[in-house]
């Protein structure tokens, strides 16, 4: 993983996670209307252009710190993936989680995996965190499967979605 900054992007081997801007709108918004990103990344609020393009505003000047969801582009094609980055839960306390969504063409092929690896790293060794959060739909066992992969922790199943957290490792 190469982070250049957050203004400019944080890049691996095939990934490039580059802050967004209004060009992407239209890819972030046949993102939202897909059903299963619907479902499991509660964007149901997110169907006209207009409320795509609200998102996107705030997202840009969340980007500004490093903050927000990040386009995820393909180095090789320089093509739109989908969106990752760390947030602020507002309606959970403040608390940061880690976010994903990826076009349906690009599923199961690794790049959510990769892209929250390196936000996940970005945010322990840049922005200083000491935990990260995640939330996933229960039924999405792919998103289930990623956060095994990426050493997150279940905490709380007591609702249709559960509450992963990671610690930052000291060494």
Not at 12 to 35: A, C, F, N, V, Y
Not at 120 to 139: P, R, T
Request: contains cysteine.
């Amino acid at each position: 993983m190469r982070i250049v900054s957050p203004s400019t992007g944080i890049s691996t081997k095939r990934t490039l996670l580059r802050p967004l801007h209004l060009g992407d709108l239209s890819s972030i918004q046949e993102l939202h209307s897909d059903d299963l990103t619907r479902k499991y990344a509660w964007v149901e609020n997110l169907q006209s252009t207009e409320d795509n393009f609200n998102w996107l505003q705030d997202q840009v000047l969340q980007n500004q710190n490093g903050m927000g969801l990040y386009a995820i582009e393909s180095l090789s094609a320089g093509q739109f993936i989908g969106l990752c980055g760390l947030r602020t839960r507002q309606d959970m306390d403040g608390i940061i989680d880690i976010s994903y969504r990826v076009l349906p063409q690009f599923r199961q092929l690794g790049f959510a995996t990769e892209a929250a690896r390196m936000m996940i790293k970005h945010g322990f060794e840049h922005l200083h965190m000491s935990i990260i959060y995640a939330q996933v739909h229960k039924d999405n066992f792919p998103s289930r499967r990623i956060m095994y992969r990426l050493g997150f922790e279940a905490i709380d199943e007591s609702k249709s979605w559960i509450l992963y957290s990671k610690l930052r490792e000291h060494s």
